[in-house]
Nanobody
Framework: QVQLVESGGGLVQAGGSLRLSCVASGRTFSSYAMGWFRQAPGKEREFVATISWGGANTYYADSVKGRFTISRDNAKNTLYLQMTSLKPEDTAVYYC?????????????????WGQGTQVTVSS
């Protein structure tokens, strides 16, 4: 079992920055890939970014590429999402998720463990 707790969400103006954190407990953190997803009101949960078990490989949704950076600190059991140049369309609940494998993946179905989510609101 893996428990995930996100933090760092909030209200920010367009063009601003936020850093989300996700602390993991349970299974050895470095044994699995991690991902960030988001869900806006009335929309399906969508992929944002993923990182492999050691951090060497990352992949981003086109909508956030060049603005968001995913990283992890395995010594601290923590996943991060640095978000810059935020836009109103980035407004959503952001979820971190732990994959079943070590490799990056963009599919929600490959992530059996999820946090409770943290709200990010970007005002125009």
């Amino acid at each position: 079992q893996v428990q995930l707790v996100e933090s760092g969400g909030g209200l920010v103006q367009a063009g601003g920055s936020l850093r989300l954190s996700c602390v993991a407990s349970g299974r050895t953190f470095s044994s699995y890939a991690m991902g960030w997803f988001r869900q806006a009101p009335g929309k399906e949960r969508e992929f944002v970014a993923t990182i492999s078990w050691g951090g060497a490989n990352t992949y981003y949704a086109d909508s956030v590429k060049g603005r968001f950076t995913i990283s992890r600190d395995n010594a601290k059991n923590t996943l991060y999402l640095q978000m810059t140049s935020l836009k109103p369309e980035d407004t959503a609940v952001y979820y971190c998720a732990a994959a079943a494998t070590r490799s990056i993946d963009t599919s929600k179905s490959q992530y059996p463990y999820w946090g409770q989510g943290t709200q990010v609101t970007v005002s125009s």
